[in-house]
């Protein structure tokens, strides 16, 4: 055998070994002995991946795939967590998409001021992307289901919420809308927590110690010259723009935060629904009629009817929403000047017009932050046994 047909021999079997590693890194959900059907990786506590990431326990679990504590010992064994995505096609294009967006971010906070989470690192698993954070603790939301939906005070709105407003803004200063803002997406640095007894209700309440937070799960933050999907957000916290199909862009994170803010206020979302026709019907009720100029504008014309949103009051679903729902300013639960200029910011972040709605960078300057800005301000939201609403 010469040694052309030698050297093709050759180059035919690295052809054959590197398919094969390839397909290995990507084989289809069912085929890997490594996923179950959905996807998912299979693991257990003291899995080691990359001859680094040590898994402790599982954190969570989403559409996505999971997250999981682990013990980085790339790092000296400091815990972080990790993200494990799905081995599946379009859950690996939305990873690379949060990768390039916590790149950036992390390009223009090297410092992580802006209190985005940090990506630590990342590496692809047998077909699993895997991306490495800084371990951070429970999300806004689980803390409040622990606590029974009892609402935060509201020293620790102010400053969870002026933490959103700052971190969300340095987003848009960046061109950036994150699109699924939420209570799951808001976490403690640190949760823990001190119990005061409510001789009210008679049982013990949850008072977190540092209201700290992190924005995490840019997995949707879109930039503004990439595509814009018609629908965004999780359905109670979607702009009445993105209903309506109108476009959208910064301001529907506004309006989020509204709502997330309305919900650690009162423990319980402003909008209980999953129909479209039926949210803006809520709308109306808690913050009155829809401006004629969207209604003209939408593309979703059959909900309306001669200018007006098509609903009957008196049906099944009229009653549900006029049990459910009353005027914002009716949702008060103090006559103090702190919930009133709370409740001033809600209305301004939740404007039907995303032109006229608040931007960010006003919403911080609000004189309901001003307690933050004065001479040991900071002590006043870290008061966690302060009980007044």
């Known amino acids: 055998m010469g040694k052309t047909e030698l050297y093709s021999l050759y180059k035919g079997f690295l052809d054959c070994i590197c398919l094969c590693l390839s397909r290995s890194s990507s084989e289809a959900p069912g085929k890997n002995r490594r996923d179950t059907e959905n996807g998912h990786l299979i693991y257990k506590r003291g899995d080691i991946l990359q001859d680094r990431y040590e898994i402790v326990n599982t954190l969570g679990e989403g559409t996505f795939g999971k997250v999981v504590q682990c013990l980085d010992h790339g790092r000296g064994g400091a815990r972080t967590a990790l993200k494990i995505i799905k081995n599946l096609e379009k859950y690996r294009e939305a990873a690379k998409l949060e990768i390039n967006v916590l790149e950036k971010i992390s390009e223009k906070d090297p410092l992580n001021k802006h209190l985005c989470v940090q990506m630590l690192g990342w590496f692809n698993y047998y077909g699993h992307v895997c991306i490495s954070f800084e371990l951070l603790s429970l999300s806004t939301f689980d803390f409040l289901k622990a606590n029974s939906f009892l609402p935060y005070p509201i020293n620790q709105i102010r400053h969870m919420a002026y933490q959103i407003c700052h971190a969300v803004s340095f987003l848009h200063d960046n061109k950036l809308t994150h699109t699924d803002l939420k209570p799951e997406n808001i976490l403690f640095v640190n949760s823990d927590y001190t119990l005061t007894y409510n001789a009210e209700k008679k049982r013990d309440e949850k008072r977190v110690k540092d209201t700290a937070v992190r924005l995490v799960d840019f997995g949707s933050a879109t930039f503004d010259h990439e595509h814009h999907s018609a629908i965004i957000s999780t359905r109670h916290y979607r702009a009445p723009e993105v209903i309506l199909e109108l476009g959208w862009s910064q301001p529907c994170d506004v309006w989020s935060i509204g709502c997330i803010l309305f919900e650690y206020y009162e423990g319980f979302t402003l909008y209980q629904t999953h129909d479209n026709k039926e949210h ?106 302060d009980s007044s609403r």
């Not at 003209?296 to 059959?302: C, D, I, N, V």
């Not at 300013?329 to 103090?334: A, H, K, V």
């Not at 006559?335 to 931007?359: C, G, V």
């Open 280 to 385: 803006l019907a809520m709308m109306e009720r808690i913050q009155g009629p829809i401006p004629q100029r969207m209604i003209h504008r939408s593309r979703k014309q059959r909900y309306f009817c001669r200018g007006r949103l098509d609903w009957n009051e008196s049906s099944k679903a009229g009653r549900y929403v006029n049990t459910k729902c009353k005027p914002l300013r009716r949702y008060l639960s103090s006559k103090t000047t702190e919930h009133h200029q709370f409740f001033d910011l809600l209305e301004r972040m939740l404007e039907y017009e995303p032109a006229k709605r608040i931007s960010l960078s006003s919403a911080l300057r609000h004189p309901f932050f001003l307690p933050l800005h004065r001479p040991g301000g900071s002590r006043v939201w870290r008061n966690s046994c």
